[in-house]
């Protein structure tokens, strides 16, 4: 393990191949002409740049009208990597000089995840509106204490659920299923596959009490895609595992975890791990089927083995035939419906209820689970 320099480079290269469609997408809004990029609706800034997913997030705010004005980080190779990305938003002395800056509406953040809820209830009592990246908390606590300060200070609490929001197959199948194209939604099943990477990895990344575990983690993804595609307002864990499997040199590592949900209007099932092979030309094969009363969608979010190139595939089979869709063309909504959320104080991106309750099921599966050994 390392936490040098060298280490965090490596590791901010490795997250942005694990955050592909965000940062891609980051990259769409930075290629940008002035001409061409919405004109600036908020200001905002970024603090903690620990993550790669960084990027999407900067970037989904940029398309939706979010002017980067400033940002703040302590490691000096992040710093250097993002002042690349973004040239004109400056460097502020200090994450206070941020809070205090009256200007901006909006804090992101990537940063090391057991900092992200001590770091958005600071915004929020500051006056801003606060996007972390997922996992948006690492304990129940943190996330009781983030609920009471949000409904305190009536601030915005997002949590950039990439998979959902930045994934143009999901965003497709969400259009799809409110549509009625596969009935009623029974159940999904979300696999979460990622590559670990271990020699880029830094020393945090090993720590149960900085990630959060794997299903905190990773799983917080398929929760919120679980609640969205069944309209479930309500649910309850009904069993789940988390393991180390095949890395006991790494004793706080979980590289497996997988969970049983029901909600009010439907079921689910979730798998995550750490075991995507070399072999593969990206760093998971993430999946979400949906189940419906009158057919299923597929989507195979970052690749088709053996098959089509690229990513964001779907295929819909209803009573009728089965159908191949492309949706490398489709629009990414949340950028644009979160700014506007900031400015007329609305919840079209994301409800703030349901914010919470995919990491609340997250956070209640990762406390309850039964470890199982390798």
């Known amino acids: 393990m390392t936490t040098s320099g060298t280490g965090r480079r490596a590791f901010l290269k490795a997250s942005l191949g694990a955050a592909a469609a965000a940062a891609a997408s980051a990259r769409r809004a930075a290629a940008q002409t002035s001409a061409t990029r919405p004109a600036p609706r908020i200001r905002f800034a970024a603090v903690g740049l620990n993550h790669g997913h960084i990027y999407g997030q900067v970037g989904a705010v940029q398309r939706g009208g979010g002017e980067l004005v400033s940002f703040y980080a302590k490691e000096p190779d992040l710093v250097a990597a993002f002042r690349k990305r973004f040239p004109d938003a400056k460097l502020a002395r200090s994450e206070e000089e941020i809070l205090a800056d009256r200007s901006l509406q909006l804090i992101v953040s990537a940063s090391i995840p057991d900092e992200r809820a001590p770091l958005g209830i600071r915004a929020m009592r500051a006056g801003k509106d606060f996007m972390a990246d997922k996992p948006g908390m ?142 593969l030309d990206t760093w998971g094969d993430g999946r979400l089927t949906i189940l419906g009363t009158e057919g299923f969608i597929e989507i195979r979010k970052n690749i088709d083995i053996a098959g089509r190139p690229g990513g964001n595939h779907l295929f819909l089979v209803d009573r009728k035939e089965t159908r191949y869709i492309d949706c490398k063309d489709v629009d990414l909504p949340y950028g644009e419906r979160f700014v506007d959320d900031i400015l007329h104080r609305t919840e079209t991106a994301m409800p703030q209820a349901h914010t919470f309750l995919a990491m609340e099921l997250a956070l209640m599966a990762e406390k309850n689970a039964t470890t199982i050994a390798g």
């Open 138 to 279: 690492t304990t129940l606590e943190q996330l009781a204490e983030a609920r009471r300060v949000q409904a305190e200070t009536k601030r915005i609490y997002s949590i950039l659920y990439s998979e959902r929001h930045e994934n143009r197959a999901t965003v497709k199948a969400g259009e799809l299923v409110r549509a009625g194209a596969i009935g009623t939604v029974v159940q999904t099943v979300g696999l979460g596959p990622h590559r670990t990477n271990i020699k880029t990895r830094p020393a945090w990344f090993f720590e149960k009490a900085r990630y959060g575990g794997i299903i905190t983690d990773i799983a917080s993804h398929q929760f919120d895609q679980f609640l969205f595609f069944t309209g479930s307002t309500e649910a309850q864990v009904v069993a789940s595992q988390v393991g180390n499997l095949n890395h006991p040199q790494y004793p706080g590592l979980e590289d497996f975890g997988d969970v049983m949900v029901r909600g009010n209007r439907g079921t689910g099932y979730i798998r995550v791990d750490w075991f995507t092979p070399d072999g």
